[in-house]
């Protein structure tokens, strides 16, 4: 049980993923803003530190976060049984923070501890996001995350002049009500968007990566893509059944076009590669549209089944450190 004075002002919560030595600075650098930068009223502790270990096949990575957070008493860490994505190790994170404000950042160092007071000056906002001016990303990244940002925009109703960023302060209410969405397929932005529009942008920095380099695998931004286009949204849906209509409405008309010659023309034999191109056309129509209703079936089918959104191996708190 925490007493009051042990509550944070603010809970910072990164997903880790064979995260490297990077990290301890990252941490420190943190400890130098809030303790330097940052005021919080009397009996109130500044911060807290969720490091949520998302099943890292790295098995050096665990052991480095235990041995980061001994000397750290604001840091906690959450490990998770298996990989369970960015999204869901951020609302495991949330679910366990305790700050009043709510900071998501990542663990490559990209994300500098030295703008979070920027963020923490618009508190009076839900939702604060990261604005960069530069990104150090590569060119596929940057292709991809602008494709991403763009049907963020386009399906979530994203304020119009506010740029999206993994970089946000949230308050508590609203994380609170995103944790309540029972959807196992969690796309954090289009949930915040859904819950408010309050939101504005922070001047940050985006630093280049410490180590390393990005874990986001084509096989990763394909299944993001998904989550966000088919579990916060019916755009592909709405596209299947637009295209059903205008399939049979072109072959309504030509029906009638096959008819009319007929009968004012005589009876024609029917060309082998029309009919091949017919047949490819609409047998690959009938495809897609199978396969898109089968994905949303599949989907339904994991939401009653009530799956977990993630599962927690183990918590070590500040308490139980030695």
């Known amino acids: 049980m925490h007493n009051h004075a042990s509550i944070p002002r603010y809970s910072v919560v990164i997903p880790c993923y064979n995260s490297g030595q990077s990290l301890a600075s990252l941490l420190d650098r943190m400890d130098s803003v809030f303790r330097e930068r940052v005021q919080v009223p009397n009996g109130v502790a500044p911060y807290e530190v969720l490091l949520v270990e998302d099943g890292s096949p790295n098995q050096s990575t665990w052991p480095m976060l235990q041995e980061l957070a001994r000397t750290?008493?604001?840091?906690?860490?959450?490990?998770?049984?298996?990989?369970?994505?960015?999204?869901?190790?951020?609302?495991?994170?949330?679910?366990?923070?305790?700050?009043?404000?709510?900071?998501?950042?990542?663990?490559?160092?990209?994300?500098?501890?030295?703008?979070?007071?920027?963020f923490i000056a618009l508190e009076s906002h839900d939702i604060v996001l990261g604005h960069f001016r530069e990104k150090y990303h590569g060119t596929s990244k940057q292709f991809t995350s602008r494709i991403v940002s763009w049907l963020t925009a386009k399906l979530t109703g994203?304020?119009?002049?506010?740029?999206?960023?993994?970089?946000?302060?949230?308050?508590?209410?609203?994380?609170?009500?995103?944790?309540?969405?029972?959807?196992?397929?969690?796309?954090?932005?289009?949930?915040?968007?859904?819950?408010?529009?309050?939101?504005?942008?922070?001047?940050?920095?985006?630093?280049?990566?410490?180590?390393?380099?990005?874990?986001?695998?084509?096989?990763?931004?394909?299944?993001?893509?998904?989550n966000l286009v088919i579990s916060n949204s019916s755009l592909l849906l709405r596209m299947v059944g637009y295209g059903g209509l205008m399939i049979a409405g072109l072959s309504f008309l030509?029906?009638?076009?096959?008819?009319?010659?007929?009968?004012?023309?005589?009876?024609?034999?029917?060309?082998?590669?029309?009919?091949?191109?017919?047949?490819?056309?609409?047998?690959?129509?009938?495809?897609?549209?199978?396969?898109?209703?089968?994905?949303?079936?599949?989907r339904i089918i994991c939401s009653t089944e009530h799956r977990p959104v993630f599962v927690v191996r183990e918590i070590i708190t500040s308490e139980e450190k030695p």
């Open 72 to 118: 750290r008493p604001q840091v906690t860490l959450i490990k998770l049984t298996r990989n369970f994505g960015q999204h869901r190790a951020l609302l495991c994170g949330m679910a366990h923070a305790r700050g009043e404000f709510i900071f998501t950042m990542d663990d490559d160092g990209q994300h500098r501890p030295e703008d979070i007071p920027n």
């Open 158 to 226: 994203k304020p119009d002049g506010v740029a999206s960023s993994p970089f946000r302060l949230i308050r508590r209410p609203i994380v609170e009500a995103i944790l309540k969405f029972g959807t196992p397929f969690p796309f954090i932005e289009a949930m915040l968007f859904y819950v408010s529009r309050d939101v504005v942008n922070a001047e940050a920095e985006h630093a280049p990566r410490a180590e390393g380099t990005t874990t986001y695998t084509f096989r990763k931004l394909f299944r993001l893509f998904l």
């Open 254 to 298: 030509g029906g009638l076009f096959v008819v009319a010659r007929v009968v004012f023309f005589g009876s024609a034999v029917a060309g082998w590669a029309s009919t091949m191109a017919a047949l490819c056309f609409f047998g690959g129509a009938i495809l897609f549209s199978l396969g898109v209703i089968g994905e949303y079936l599949w």
